[in-house]
């Protein structure tokens, strides 16, 4: 039997505080909470923005210049050009 949680743990996790980033900024803005704890739900709002949802984002989207030149490079090492002459 396969480890279907194995396989599909980035997803799942990525999943997971997606749907936790949203549904805690949805809260945030229909829910009333004491004043005296504005900071700390700015807070926590503000780690789940970043860390749910922009790294989320950019791991399975980003990826950076140099890591594409490196890449071309490595292909080229690979595979040659051919010279005509």
Do not use: C, W
């Not at 396989?7 to 997971?16: E, S, V």
């Amino acid at each position: 039997m396969k480890d279907l949680f194995g396989k599909n743990f980035l997803n799942t996790l990525a999943i997971i505080l997606i749907v936790l980033t949203f549904g805690f900024d949805t809260m945030f803005l229909f829910v009333q909470y004491p004043e005296r704890n504005h900071d700390t739900i700015t807070m926590i709002a503000g780690v789940l923005n970043t860390v749910g949802f922009a790294s989320v984002v950019s791991f399975f989207y980003g990826s950076s210049q140099g890591s594409k030149n490196k890449q071309d490079k490595l292909d080229e090492v690979k595979n040659p050009p051919i010279k005509e002459g």
